[in-house]
């Protein structure tokens, strides 16, 4: 850490009245402001909360297990906004990621599943409120990882010109396309150039000609959904974050 006064490299020390028990300090006797001293958090992740840095690397942690808020909350005993927080920011974080390194799946030979969903609320017994409009998701899993490695994005509607959109953008070249027989998906090797292969799903789940099926990213769908469902549900404006 360069100090912001004098620009000679600061050295950390140790602090015991710092919630890191530790920070950067100048100690340049010719600095306009000698014994500056800075957060050993400053510029980075960690500089936007205030638990200790043991707390955020638990949320992390748990974040990455796909554990609920709740989950951390009571085992942890950590503020549910706070962790909240931290959940919201590392997603923010892999939306832009993703944003200026897209994910790209298949290619040449290789097989991506794709189908859309509805991401909504269901009444139980007819209670509780239905959700004032429908929510679509759109899926591709690239079935060369085991586990299958999937994409998924929230759209608009379920037009074809949205969908192939989608797959366009995130199939590589040369990538074999499996699907149901959705209207939307009918010029997939017409517009895209991509090979591909359909199951009747009101005859079979998996095609006993061609052996196309769509089970991998059915499954896919199923673990997010899951997923929410653990959440307590979800806000349609974090959806997108979440599928990502």
Known sequence: ????????????RVKKDVIDGASWVCYNTRCPKPLTTVSIRHCSFFAKFRLSLADVWTTILMWSEDESVSKVVNS?????????????????????????????????????????????????????RVARAQTWAFGIVDTSFKPAKGY???????????????????CRPGTIIYSDEWAAYRKIQEKLGLEHKTVNHSLHFVDPNTSVHTQ?????????????????????????????
């Open 1 to 12: 850490m360069a100090c912001p006064h004098c620009m000679t490299d600061m050295k950390e």
């Open 152 to 170: 998924m994005e929230v759209v608009s509607d379920r037009s074809a010109e949205t969908l192939l959109e989608v797959i366009n953008r995130a």
């Open 76 to 128: 942890y005993g950590l503020d549910r906004k706070t962790v909240r927080k931290v959940y919201n920011e590392l997603r923010d974080a892999i939306a832009g990621h993703l944003e200026s390194d897209p994910i790209r799946l298949g290619g040449p030979g290789i097989v991506c599943q794709i189908d859309e969903s509805l991401m909504c609320h269901k009444q139980k017994y007819h209670r509780g």
């Open 216 to 244: 991998n990213i059915e499954s896919y769908w199923a673990k997010q959904k899951q997923k929410i469902k653990a959440m307590k549900g979800i806000r349609a404006s974090e959806l997108s974050l979440l599928l990502k």
